[in-house]
């Protein structure tokens, strides 16, 4: 290889893109360097952002840094990772430490695709309580086999030196030294850029959120594999289990009630034939009463004056029948049965 060759492989990085201001923050403090930016971003069922979406905080972000965008999902094996992390979860079921684990394993492998010496990440010290403190962030880098080579911009002054700083790739006093929950500086920052579309510090993950949480982990428990349906019923509708073997998914506004017919091969979709009201979506096999407890709920989620309706059940097939119904499901069997 040529000592040019060399130069070239040495200004080159990829980099780990959130859509949030940090990592954009990072990718510049690294790019106006002169160094080659590739900008890498794990998508995720988990993710509460749509690369499709024209207003997508990544795909802006690169577009105003001048820098390209590489998408790589987190396959099933982050499904395994969810449901046994070796380092716990967080206050919800987000796995925050094995999953930075899972994201820089990854972005290694990138990085020898490409060509790239070091990787550069937006994480500031003490921002987040599981893995962004300072012996955390060891942990990961070590159980990543990524000594050495993570560079965090906005931290980098309150870190020991990388090694794109110890060969001089990086001119370390063009960092900065931010640390803790604060984010005068980023936002300070941002504004000189004029950056602009980038996601707010939090939320960006519906693994963190108690609703969305709570619905996967009682899926993890009770699915060995869940299918692609299963996890898209997830993000909307109320969830109810009834046994081991059977859950359903009650629409909770038209929008909902399409998307469930949308999903309706998953299993046997209920709704009123005569009566505006609800449709419900059965994950599993219902016996003819338990048919008929589903009919009360579909009654239950109606307006009263229309309760006296017609029930109807489709089958995966596109079988279609009436279901008995003889009761109202009342609210102390509803809060018992929702996940």
């Known amino acids: 290889m040529s000592i040019v060759e060399i130069e070239s492989v040495k200004k080159k990085a990829v980099a780990l893109m959130s859509g949030g201001l940090d990592s954009a923050l990072a990718v510049h403090l690294v790019k106006q360097q002169g160094i080659e930016v590739t900008a890498v971003h794990f998508t995720s069922f988990f993710s509460t952002t749509d690369p499709s979406d024209e207003n997508w905080p990544v795909g802006k972000l690169a577009q105003q840094l001048g820098v390209p965008v590489v998408l790589r999902p987190k396959g099933r094996d982050f499904l395994d990772l969810i449901r046994n992390p070796r380092y716990g979860h967080g206050k919800n079921i987000n796995p925050c430490i094995d999953c930075r684990i899972y994201t820089f394993i990854k972005a290694k492998a990138f990085m020898e695709e490409i060509g790239a010496s070091f990787m550069v990440t937006g994480e500031v010290v003490g921002q987040r309580p599981m893995s962004q403190r300072r012996h955390t962030i060891r942990l990961i880098e070590k159980q990543a086999e990524c000594d050495g080579i993570v560079l965090r911009p906005l931290s980098a002054r309150t870190l020991e030196r990388t090694l794109p700083e110890l060969d001089g790739t990086v001119d370390r006093d063009r960092l900065l030294n931010v640390a803790g929950r604060g984010r005068k500086v980023q936002l300070a920052l ?28 009682d899926l993890l428990r009770h699915t060995l594999e869940p299918s692609q349906p299963e996890l898209d019923l997830l993000r909307f509708g109320r969830h109810m289990r009834l046994h081991e073997g059977l859950r359903i998914v009650v629409g909770r506004k038209q929008d909902e009630n399409d998307r469930l017919d949308d999903l309706s091969n998953a299993g046997v979709l209920f709704y009123p034939l005569d009566f505006p009201g609800p449709s419900i979506l059965a994950i599993g096999r219902p016996t003819p009463e338990e048919e008929s407890i589903i009919g009360g709920v579909v009654r239950r989620y109606s307006k009263e004056s229309y309760r006296q309706g017609q029930i109807a059940a489709r089958e995966p097939s596109g079988r279609e029948r009436i279901v008995a119904v003889h009761h109202i499901a009342d609210d102390p069997w509803i809060s018992s049965h929702m996940i």
């Not at 950056?195 to 969305?212: H, I, N, Q």
């Open 190 to 217: 941002a504004q000189q850029l004029g950056l602009t579309g980038y996601s707010p510090p939090a939320g960006g993950c519906l693994l963190t959120d108690r609703v969305f949480a709570g619905r996967l982990a």
